[in-house]
């Protein structure tokens, strides 16, 4: 059964946090300090946040477009006392190297490839992944080629399902049926400073829940001038993992991994439908919409995070 909360979640999550340990509510725990650290890999430097215990269960985190691991600092705030997070940068975002395009290829293949790389040069042997936006795309790609790493899997607003592609694709499939004669509209769109605050807000009525220094930031970023060309690459590429859909829906109904599936419900890309869609795949999936955004850490971190320590303690 679909399970959407409201008022009266955010009420019993307020009430379940009062009872965990006091980090859980917000506060940073001083035993578990974020480390923020960069590592080579294939010859790039990858910038990632780390805190937790090293030898408790790992939750690798992959952020979305056009995010960091910044974008998780909520959860580090409330899980790091029981569980090991690490949050990378992809390459081309955040604090990690932006290669030039002319010379590197932006595709999630090869993205996917280095995240892979990045876990076996931390030594990551098992993890779970959460993954939101184009993490999902990317945690796919290396659940696939090492599945036995794979613990479990938290989706978090990521598609795996061509109809969970909103109204809003069908400017973006044009732009993939021909590039050259739809770049400029999408890069308009992609990243402006108005793409920018809808893909935080998007149907959300309450505004005032949203700190626009988080759409005012990822716009300064987008706003350097290698990031035009990163981003519509990036953005190009998205169509291969449409085509991918059905391996990954492929391998879930094969492999029947935990699944944990948290949903805002006021996305403005994604359709509403998706969150099922999983649960054709993995009946077992544990499906949670929530008064929340796109990116749903904005605003209802406490939630996510009770959602988390619940649906693990099982793996413990």
Same mark, same amino acid.
């Given at each position: 059964? =679909? #399970? $959407? ?17 006091? #980090?859980?509510?917000?506060? @940073? *725990?001083? /035993?578990?300090?974020?480390?923020? @650290? ?20 790992? =939750? ?16 580090? %705030? ?12 992809? *390459? ?41 936006? $184009? ?7 290396? %659940?696939?080629?090492?599945?036995? @790493? ?11 399902? !061509? ?14 049926? /021909? ?26 009525? !309450?505004?005032?829940?949203?700190? *626009?220094? =988080? ?12 990031? %035009?060309?990163? #981003?519509? /690459? ?10 991918? $859909? ?20 006021? /996305? ?49």
């Amino acid at each position: 059964m =679909l #399970q $959407y909360f409201g008022r009266s979640f955010v009420a019993f999550a307020l009430f379940m946090s009062s009872l965990l340990p006091a #980090q859980s509510t917000g506060e @940073r *725990p001083m /035993d578990h300090p974020t480390f923020y @650290r960069s590592i080579k890999v294939d010859g790039l430097s990858i910038f990632y946040r780390e805190a937790g215990p090293k030898d408790a269960p790992t =939750l690798l985190l992959l952020h979305g477009l056009p995010s960091s691991s910044r974008m998780f600092e909520p959860l580090f %705030a409330r899980l790091s006392d029981r569980y090991h997070l690490v949050a990378p940068d992809y *390459p081309g975002f955040g604090h990690s190297d932006w290669p030039d395009p002319k010379r590197f290829a932006y595709t999630f293949d090869h993205c996917a490839e280095i995240m892979k790389h990045f876990t076996e040069a931390l030594r990551l042997s098992r993890y779970t992944l959460y993954m939101q936006d $184009y993490g999902g795309p990317v945690g796919f790609r290396m %659940a696939l080629a090492d599945p036995d @790493r794979v613990e479990a899997l938290i989706v978090q607003n990521a598609v795996a399902h !061509n109809e969970g592609l909103g109204p809003l694709w069908k400017a973006r499939r044009a732009f993939w049926a /021909d590039r050259a004669a739809h770049e400029a509209t999408l890069r308009a769109n992609l990243l402006s400073l108005q793409a920018a605050r809808t893909r935080h807000i998007g149907s959300d009525p !309450n505004v005032d829940r949203y700190d *626009p220094d =988080l759409w005012s930031d990822e716009f300064a970023f987008l706003s350097q001038p290698v990031q %035009a060309n990163i #981003q519509s /690459d990036m953005f190009y590429d998205y169509r291969t993992n449409v085509d991918a $859909y059905p391996k990954w829906q492929d391998w879930m109904r094969r492999k029947q991994p935990r699944l944990l599936v948290i949903w805002g419900k006021h /996305d403005p890309s994604f359709d509403i439908s998706e969150p099922e869609a999983y649960r054709r795949d993995v009946p077992e999936a544990q499906i949670y919409v929530l008064d929340a955004g796109h990116f749903a850490l904005d605003t209802a971190a406490n939630e996510i995070a009770i959602l988390i320590r619940n649906f693990l303690v099982p793996a413990r």
